[in-house]
Every structure is written in structure tokens, then in C-alpha cells.
């Protein structure tokens, strides 16, 4: 059986693009990996978890009882590891339909067929390495919103939040009413970068509102907040026990630090579809024509893997390339609806924002050359010198000079730092240095999902030459 | 003081073994949520000691929070807690 739509990531614009496809008539299957439909933003808290709704809750539960409704095929809890068809056939062969391959949350491989993917994959954060910043305790803004919205939890007794945007603000304010302590907020953005950025936050008066709650709130409790400042160390011994800025030293328990959030394209790299860097959109995005449209036929993208403009924007995105999906395939589908005034906003905002997220050249800067930027293969700042020093001269070329980027996580989350590293030392622009090409598996599998069942007997052995 | 929020009603705790000891833990929430809760930072020593394993991303990116439960490789941040799990260090 071959489905008309994948739609792979289940966050706000993945739940409404497979909604709409469904509503247009065809055969629409969703993946993605967290138990249940709603993204970072939306995530859904785990069964039997309740707490006050609000705003957020409210708007993903909308969304996943909207998607619920229309009957289209959920696969939630799968890990999906191997893309294929598509533009990916032998030369001079026809496109394909796109195959997926997943490991499902009962563990069983399995593979699916589309005519069409539309890519919702959302973000990662970026966290712009600085001494100490593997030692236990000190985790993503992104994950300490994760801990505390949807398992309840604080990150610590007493913690420093560090990093750029507004999820700051949130977590510090989060963490307050959870019954925690602030140490401090350390803000990468100086009051100047936020007066800047109000004429764009008024375009949402409840963000704006929300906002100045968050920081009354941390005025209240007499929580100093540094702006133009960052975490220059994380100390301790087996565990965090200290954060330094600058000269000044706080006794903390948990370091919340994030600097931006990334698109995550690992599924448009791999279809090799065409992308530009855009730092004001969060790096590298795919490039799409006004419809949604990559540059592959019949695959398309959506929300903040395109682009960072907030979960608010994500719906609208996602519906429009589930329109233009279904149109592409043959199916009559109205026109689209006009763009309204209050997603207009919402993206404005959501500009502002990804602005005060982009990648901060002065901070990659700052990275003593012993620090870590590779956590997973332990490549430092001063490898990749000496490695762009020996001729390494793009990204692809440092991965394979020093292994950054080729463990686990696949350079997610070292690959801007590294990419950024890299420019400054052969002197060229971080777009120049590329990305790393898009590789399957999109995930670490176990070798037994990949193989699939067989016995040595089911080898094909050819007859041996007549001699 | 406990690290979980008062005002998330969660369902009644179950206990899970880590490393031999028991511990505490509701069942859905994630595994380095619960180890977490339980003061419980540093996951495993990994390869490296400047780099050991740990919750960092929370949402399945990084990588660096693998453990082993009952035997198999697993990501803490992606694996809901149930009862009687078996957790060490991978």
C-alpha cells in the first residue's frame, strides 16, 4: 500500500499539515517520534500528568483533536532511521515514491511508501560550547522547558539560566513558580537588542504582556539579571556546583543554557534538495518557493525547520503545504484561504525572535581553544584549527580530518559551532564552508532494525565459474 | 526539597532499580526526568571522563543521556519510566 502524504515530525505544523491533507481526501500517514502529537512547544504531558492547562496546552491540544478527528494514520514513538526513493534511484530512472524506514515504539522495523513528504521536523537548540559545558547539570533552555512543562520537574534547587531569546525569561519565570531559585539570568542580548526588538514583540500584545509578567516577576524575587553578559565557565567535581560570569561566581545546582534554536534539515540534506544559509532564519534552511515546495519534486516543507518563527506561525505553514501537496497529486482542493492578519503578526514576532537567536559571532569567538566542541567524539576548538590549518576547508572535509561531527548525534550539535569555527579560521563566510551532506541513518538504530530478518541461507551465493 | 513541581498531579510513584539501588519514579515521565528528580546528574562515566554520560537536549537530539535498560541501548529523555525497570549505566 502506498500512502498519497508522509508527513514526518508531529509538532504544530506537521499536526496541521497532515490534518488538512487528510480533510482533502487522501491517504495521509504521520510520524513521529515522541509518544504522543505536539512538537517541543505543544509537547503533550505524559498520561495521567495534569496541570493548570495553559495557553500553550490549550492550542496543542487543539491541534492534536483536530488531527485526531480526521482519522489519519498516527505512527507515534517511531524512530525514524532510513529515507529513500524519491530523487534517490539510479541515474537516468524515474522519481520514485519516498520510502521511510523506522524502527516503531513497539520496536518493530518497519517500512512505509508515499507519493509525497511533506518535512516537519522542527528545531534544535543551539548551545554555543564554554568550559565545563559537559558536566552534569548543565542542560539545554529547550530541556529545562521540557522538564518542567511536561514531566513537572525542576532542573535544580538553585539555578543559573543563561543563553538569548525569550525561552530565558520563560524558564527563569518557570522555575520561580515551580518553587525554585534563580541564582541569575545571564543575557546574551543587551537591553539596546530588546528596546530594538519591542516595535516587532507589540505585534503580539499576549506574548508582550507575558513577557513583562516574566520579568516582573523576576524583579520580585530579586533575581539579577546580567544582559550583554554570558557564562564564561561551569564548575564542579563529578557534578555542576558553580557557574562563573565574568568575575562574578554563583553556587547552582543546574545551568540552563540555550543561544538560538537550529533547523533541524537532515531529511531535506539527505533528499539533497537545495538549501541557503539565512542566520536571521537560524543557518541553513531549505530552500522553498512560495507553495512550500523544496527543491525536489513532490517533496515539501514546512513550520520552524524552514525558517524559526514560533509555533504560533507553524499551523498556517503547514497548511499551505499540505494544499499544495494534494493539488500536485491530482486532488481538487479549494483555493487557499487569505493569510490572516493575526498569523502576519504572529510571524513578525517570530522574526524578532529568531533575530535575537541567531548565531552570535563573538561568542564562538570567546571558546578557549581546550574546550570541547564535539561532545561526542571530543574534538576541541584547537583540533578544528589545526585541522583548518592542514587544509581542512569545509565542513565535510573537517569531519573527516578530525571526526566532528561524526558521532551520534551526526553534528547536531556541534555542527554551527564547528561550522562557525571553521569560517573564522580559513576566513570565509560560514555559508562557504557548507553542511555536512545529509546521511541515512537519521537516528542511531540497532543493526538488527537495519538488516530486517534473515538467515545465512537467504544470501545469495552465485554458482561458482565453469572452470 | 523536592525537585518535583506540587502543583502537577502525576500518578502514584513506582520504584525502578538504578545501578542496584531502587528509586522512585512515576510511571510515564521520562527516565532522565526521574533520574534527575532523584539527584541522580551524572548517568555514566562513557569514554571520556570530561564528558560523561548525561541529560543535555531532553528531546532526543544529543545523544549523550544513553543508558541501558534491561539490557538494551536506550536514550533516558525518549524512555517513559515503568515499573520494575532495570537501568544501568552504558
Not at chain 1, 516537519?120 to 560550547?129: A, D, L, S, V
Request: charged fraction near 15%.
Amino acid at each position: 500500500m502506498i500512502h498519497d502524504i508522509a508527513v514526518l515530525g508531529g509538532g504544530p505544523a506537521g499536526m496541521a499539515a497532515a490534518t488538512e491533507a487528510a480533510h482533502g481526501g487522501a491517504r495521509v500517514v504521520l510520524l513521529e517520534e515522541s509518544p504522543a502529537p505536539g512538537g517541543q512547544v505543544y509537547r503533550a504531558a505524559p498520561p495521567g500528568f495534569h496541570a493548570k492547562p495553559d495557553p500553550d496546552r490549550r492550542a496543542g491540544d487543539a491541534l492534536r483533536a483536530a488531527l485526531t478527528k480526521t482519522g489519519a494514520e498516527l505512527r507515534t514513538g517511531c524512530r525514524v532511521w532510513g529515507l529513500g526513493g524519491g530523487p534517490l534511484v539510479p541515474e537516468g530512472q524515474a522519481h520514485a515514491p519516498f520510502s521511510l524506514s523506522a524502527l516503531g515504539a513497539d520496536g518493530v522495523p518497519f517500512t512505509l511508501q508515499a507519493r509525497a513528504l511533506i518535512l516537519c521536523c522542527g528545531t534544535h537548540e543551539r548551545i554555543i560550547p564554554f568550559p565545563g559545558w559537559t558536566l552534569p547539570g548543565v542542560i539545554g533552555l529547550a530541556a529545562a522547558t521540557i522538564l518542567l512543562k511536561a514531566q513537572g520537574i525542576l532542573p535544580g534547587r538553585r539555578v543559573v539560566v543563561a543563553g538569548a531569546g525569550p525561552l530565558l525569561y520563560a524558564v527563569a519565570a518557570k522555575i520561580l513558580a515551580g518553587g525554585g531559585s534563580v541564582a541569575a539570568v545571564v543575557d546574551a542580548a543587551t537591553q539596546g537588542e530588546w528596546l530594538r526588538a519591542l516595535p516587532a514583540l507589540a505585534a503580539r500584545p499576549d506574548l508582550l504582556t507575558q513577557g513583562i509578567a516574566w520579568r516582573a516577576k523576576l524583579l520580585a524575587s530579586r533575581v539579577p539579571v546580567l544582559a550583554g553578559a554570558q557564562v564564561t565557565a561551569a564548575e564542579g567535581d563529578k557534578v555542576l556546583t558553580h557557574v562563573r560570569v565574568g568575575d562574578r561566581i554563583f553556587a547552582a545546582d543546574a545551568l540552563c543554557v540555550g543561544h538560538g534554536l537550529v533547523p533541524a534539515t537532515e531529511a531535506s540534506r539527505t533528499y539533497r534538495a537545495r538549501h541557503a544559509h539565512r542566520p536571521e532564519d537560524g543557518g541553513w534552511v531549505p530552500v522553498l518557493d512560495a507553495a512550500q515546495r523544496t527543491s525536489v519534486p513532490f517533496l515539501y516543507a514546512a513550520g520552524d525547520g524552514t525558517g524559526v518563527r514560533g509555533a504560533a506561525a507553524a499551523p498556517a505553514a503547514g497548511r499551505l503545504a499540505a494544499r499544495t501537496a494534494l493539488q500536485d497529486l491530482g486532488f481538487n482542493t479549494a483555493n487557499a484561504p487569505e493569510e490572516d492578519a493575526a498569523l502576519a503578526r504572529a510571524r513578525r514576532t517570530g522574526a524578532a525572535m529568531a533575530r535575537m537567536m541567531a548565531l552570535r559571532p563573538a561568542m564562538i569567538q570567546a571558546i578557549p581553544a581546550e574546550t570541547i566542541i564535539c561532545r561526542c567524539e571530543g574534538v576541541t576548538r584547537a583540533a578544528i584549527e589545526d585541522a583548518a590549518a592542514a587544509g581542512a576547508g569545509t565542513i565535510n572535509q573537517l569531519k573527516h580530518f578530525t571526526r566532528c561531527g561524526m558521532g551520534p548525534c551526526q553534528g547536531r550539535m556541534c555542527g554551527e559551532a564547528a561550522g562557525a569555527l571553521l569560517s573564522s579560521a580559513r576566513g570565509v563566510s560560514v555559508a562557504d564552508v557548507g553542511f555536512t551532506t545529509g546521511r541515512i541513518p537519521l537516528r542511531p538504530v540497532p543493526m538488527e532494525a537495519i538488516l530486517g530478518d534473515f538467515d545465512y541461507a537467504d544470501i545469495p551465493v552465485p554458482a561458482p565459474a565453469p572452470i | 526539597m523536592s525537585l518535583r513541581i506540587p502543583q502537577i498531579a502525576c500518578p502514584a510513584p513506582v520504584t525502578i532499580t538504578v545501578e542496584g539501588q531502587p528509586v522512585a519514579a512515576h510511571p510515564g515521565e521520562s527516565l532522565a526526568a526521574a533520574l534527575i528528580a532523584a539527584g541522580l546528574w551524572r548517568f555514566g562515566e562513557g569514554e571520556d571522563p570530561a564528558r560523561p554520560r548525561t541529560a543535555f537536549c531532553m528531546m532526543g537530539v544529543c545523544q549523550q543521556c544513553l543508558l541501558r535498560l534491561d539490557g538494551r541501548l536506550v536514550q533516558a529523555c525518549l524512555t517513559p519510566v515503568a515499573a520494575g525497570q532495570e537501568v544501568t549505566c552504558a
